[in-house]
C-alpha cells in the first residue's frame, strides 16, 4: 500500500516538473478573467469573510492565541514530508520535535511550548518543493475563494493532499498512528486557517486597501514575494504574505 502511495505521489510530481519547469518567471497569463475572479473574492471577503474576521478578533485572546496554535500545528504535518522531498533535515527536527511537543507538551496544540525550545519549524509546502528544486512559477492567476496562486503552486495544492499526513487520516479516513477522521474535520480547519489569517491581517487588509492605486496589483506582488521568501527560506518569521506588512 506504502509503495503504491509513494509511487503516485513521485509520479505527479514527475508530471509537475516536467509540465511547468522551462517556465521560470510567473507571468500574467489571464489577467481580465483573473481580475473578474478578484472581484468576485473581494466581493465574498466584504460579505463573509471579513465579518467574521472582525468576530473572530473580539474573542479572548487565550482563544485566538490558542485557535492559532492548534491550526498551526496540524500544519506542520504538511512540512514533515516537504522537508524530507528538500533534503532539508535540520527543519524536518524542528518540524517532527515541534509536532511531538505541542502535540503531548502543548495539549493537542493549544499551547506553543516548542517555540521556546527553540523548535520553530517552516511552512513547507509541494509549491515550495517544487521551486526550491528550480522549477519556475508559471503563469500567475486568481482562483475563485481560494485567491491569487501560480501553476506551479496550484498543481502543488493538488499534491499537497497526497503527502500530507492529515488529509490522508480526513479526506480518505484511513487511519495513521490511531488517529482518524473525516472530509468535515479537514475542511474546518482549513477555514480556521484561512479566518486566523483574516483576522491577524485584518488592519493590514484595510490599510493595504486604502493605499494601493491598484489593489489587485499590490496583493499579486505580495503574494509572489512572499512565495519566493519561502521557496527561499529568507522569510524568518514565517507568518503567511508577511503579515501583509512589507
Known amino acids: ?39 468576485f473574492n473581494m466581493a465574498f471577503d466584504d460579505a463573509i469573510l471579513e465579518p467574521i474576521a472582525k468576530g473572530y478578533n473580539k474573542l479572548p485572546d487565550p482563544i485566538k492565541i490558542g485557535t492559532s496554535n492548534f491550526t498551526s500545528n496540524i500544519g506542520t504535518l504538511l512540512s514533515i514530508p516537504n522537508n ?26 493549544f499551547l506553543n511550548p516548542a517555540e ?4 520553530k519549524p ?13 522549477v519556475g512559477s508559471g503563469c500567475y492567476f486568481v482562483l ?31 487511519e495513521l498512528l490511531g488517529a482518524s477522521g473525516n472530509s468535515l474535520d479537514y475542511f474546518a ?4 486557517t484561512a479566518i ?11 490599510s493595504l486597501e486604502k493605499n494601493s492605486l491598484d489593489l489587485y496589483s499590490s496583493l499579486k506582488s505580495v503574494y509572489l514575494q512572499d512565495r519566493e521568501n519561502k521557496i527561499k527560506n529568507s522569510n524568518n518569521d514565517q507568518d503567511d504574505w508577511g503579515n501583509l506588512d512589507n
Open 1 to 39: 500500500m506504502f509503495k503504491k502511495k509513494l509511487k503516485k505521489i513521485t509520479l505527479i510530481l514527475s508530471i509537475l516538473v516536467f509540465s511547468i519547469s522551462s517556465v521560470k518567471a510567473a507571468e500574467e497569463c489571464f489577467e481580465n478573467t483573473s481580475r473578474a475572479v478578484f472581484k
Open 84 to 109: 524530507i522531498l528538500q533534503g532539508n533535515f535540520q527543519q524536518l527536527g524542528h518540524s517532527v520535535g515541534s509536532f511531538v511537543v505541542n502535540t503531548s507538551v502543548g495539549i493537542l496544540g
Open 116 to 119: 521556546k525550545m527553540g523548535l
Open 122 to 134: 517552516h511552512k513547507e509546502d509541494v509549491g515550495q518543493t517544487l521551486g526550491s528544486y528550480g
Open 144 to 174: 475563485p475563494i481560494l485567491g491569487p496562486t501560480t501553476v506551479r503552486d496550484s498543481f502543488g495544492m493538488l499534491a499537497d493532499s497526497f503527502v500530507d499526513p492529515f488529509a490522508h487520516v480526513t479526506i480518505r479516513e484511513n
Open 189 to 192: 480547519i482549513k477555514g480556521t
Open 196 to 206: 486566523d489569517f483574516r483576522a491577524d491581517n485584518e488592519l493590514n487588509f484595510e
